[in-house]
């Protein structure tokens, strides 16, 4: 059983294959954390209940000198009611007061996994693979009532949590602050880490150690960001890749959350994960009910690898969806970077012919293609083919590209509207605004307002309209700006502070609705590059564009940090021109290759201008990628080097049947006099053989983990090298 409650201690114990995650009704009804680590027999932990005899400005709980809260782990505070440490959840009620005293009321286990009502969440496959443990907390005097949420994946070692309040008194509520999760740890001996970056340099790997007070992440911006990442991870103080407790929380949404840890003046944690609190007011009237977006809880006891395998493998087979989770994805090729806005059908079926010689399998349209968009100043919104470049339309152009042997994709970003456009001048209401307040501008452009329906059905019609009238195999969605203004003709005063979870319930709302509609077409998320690169994102639209940022040597940090919680089927990489367009680096073909060949490949250049030794190269990469991408995109993956520690960037991937391995170096820059170590490997069996292919040597599991591969000598910067060895038997 993957839930046991013991009606004796009052105990709830959840249980994966390798973890244990236990939490107690105390005398009180109040909810306590006990422990979350490795997995253990017992269902008593009675003795790990803090009972506080000398502490000073605690306030008694109950007017009982032996208990108070703020000096007990409890698995979902409120505020106000003698714990003054963060509130998981603070409501406001008619009587302008906030302090809520939230008690156990009951529970109910059962098997399966109910979605969440309008959010993306995981999911399992059947009702045997799940046991889910509802615990229901009541505030009697305001009777206003919590259900936590718990689900435990046993097979794939994670807990996910999430919070719906359920307004059952005779007043309207509002609130103010509710977080999906909070755990609260006995001890503070961690490092806290997060994926942080910019555009074009995104989830940048921080590591720092708690101090005293909060430290935390956060997106006011109405997207998960390119600034922060939805995630946190806990990790013991010399936890290393290979070794050491981790404790990761991950949040399914894309819009502003707020992940933090508190250190009390105790030396205790508390972490929380949930939506921002900044800017947000939901107010609740009688009998409704409000649905937090879903946490994801992971333990590792083997390191920061240990925890990235669990969030990939979870994430990959019960977050994403639709006939592309387990289907090896296209190498393509993008006209962006060849052309940008400067394209006609002419120049732009040169390029697939091309592609189509060299082995590439789709040809992806890029901006430009509607309305009167010549540059970025206009059109969006206006979801109608230019003929004026594509002479035909996408129906006739779309059908050319088959013929060669190609499939063929188109880029939209319907979420946002030109104040040059069609769309403008019939609805200049339906986008973002306060009015009498200035409508600024970011790339040209505005925020459709999704809080509305009619401007969610509008979105779902065009698109739809699109992809019905061309044979398209693959969408880019992308969304080129954050919000500003934040408000909505749509909703009266009192829900103006709605607005943006609003809004993304209704982005969620239209991505469900035409992912259903189109299940044969490959959708890839896009903001920007990797401004929304979430597992809210991942729920409708399996891979996403990893940056912006397509050069090899940036990169390389990019999708190392990404890999700590994203599977490698869903990083879009790509090889581009250089100079590069973002940093005006030259580097090889072949270490743009090598480094693109991490996740999902493809190109971003003008193909008819390589020189024929360029093209050969190409060719050679991508029989190689058809070769290993499975093993690519769906084995698991290694870090080996870290870009942010070393000159030297390694990683790797094994084939889930452990028959194939692929192992990447990159020496970023030459140094002179310096003799190279080799590379150790790791995961891999022992006993084993393989064989590097290509060499024709054999060697052991154990040789190649205890002593490495030797590294060639590589010559100048950014020089890179990759082998591929599969397992030998005779």
Known sequence: MAVVYDNVTKTFHLKTQETSYIAKVLESNHLTHLYWGKKINTNNLDYLIEKNLWGSFLTDTDNIGTIQLEAVRQEYPGYGSTDLRSPAIEIQFEDGTSATDFRYNGHKIYKGKPPLKGLPSTYVENDDEMETLEIYLL???????????????????????????????????????????????????????????AWARERHIIRTPLRFGMQSIESRRGASSHAQN???????????????????????????????????????????????PFDFNWLLEKNEEFQTPESVLV????????MSHTYNNLYR????????????????????????????????????????DLGIELFVLDDGWFGKRDDDTTSLGDWFVNEEKIKGGLGKLSKEINEMGLQFGLWFEPEM?????????????????????????????????????????????????????????YVKWDMNRNMSEIGSLGLPPERQRETAHRYMLGLYRILEEITTKFPD??????????????????YYMPQTWTSDDTDAIERLKIQFGTSFVYPSASMGCHVSAVPNHQVNRNTSI?????????????????????TQEEKDAIKNQIKLYKEIRETVQFGDNFRLLSPFE?????????????????????????????????????????????????????????????????????????????WILRKYTL
């Open 139 to 197: 505030d009697e005097l305001k009777n206003v009532r919590i259900i936590l949420t718990y689900n435990v994946f046993e097979e794939f070692n994670a807990i996910t949590k999430a919070v719906k309040i359920i307004n059952e008194s005779e007043e309207n509520i509002n609130i103010l602050r509710v977080l999906s999760s909070n755990v609260d740890f006995k001890e503070d001996d961690f490092d806290f880490i997060h994926l942080s970056g």
């Open 230 to 276: 939805p995630f946190i991870a806990l990790a013991r103080k010399g936890a290393s890749e290979n070794y050491g407790d981790v404790y990761g929380f991950s949040l399914v949404y894309s819009g502003n959350f707020l992940a933090d840890v508190e250190v009390d003046m105790y030396s205790k944690a508390r972490a929380q994960i949930g939506i921002n």
């Open 299 to 306: 333990y590792s006891p083997n390191g920061l690898t240990g």
């Open 317 to 356: 087979k019960r977050l994403c969806r639709g006939k592309y989770r387990d289907k090896v994805r296209p190498i393509l090729i993008n006209n962006w970077e060849a052309t940008y806005f400067d394209f006609n059908e002419t120049n732009i079926k040169e390029i697939a012919k091309e592609a189509s």
């Open 417 to 473: 509207i030109s104040p040059k456009s069609e769309l403008y001048e019939k609805h200049p209401d339906w986008c973002i605004h306060i009015p009498g307040r200035n409508r600024s501008t970011a790339r040209e452009q505005l925020i459709l307002d999704l809080s509305r329906k009619e401007v969610c059905d509008y979105i779902i019609e065009t698109v739809s309209n699109v992809l019905e009238n061309a044979s398209i195999s």
């Open 521 to 538: 077409i490959l959708f890839e998320s896009c903001s920007g590059g990797g401004g929304r690169f979430d597992p809210g994102m991942l």
């Open 590 to 610: 072949d270490t743009r290759g090598i480094v693109a060949m991490a996740g999902n490949f493809g190109y971003e250049l003008d193909i008819t201008k390589l």
């Open 646 to 722: 070393s000159n030297e960037v390694a990683w790797m991937s094994i084939s889930k049947d452990k028959s194939e391995i692929v192992v990447n170096y990159i020496k970023q820059y030459a140094e002179a006099n310096k003799w190279n170590k080799p590379l150790r490997l790791t995961g891999l069996e022992e006993d084993a053989k393989y064989e590097i292919i290509d060499s024709g040597m054999i060697l052991g599991g154990d040789e190649l983990m205890n002593i490495g591969l030797v590294i060639p000598d590589l010559k100048g910067d950014y020089a890179a090298t990759q």
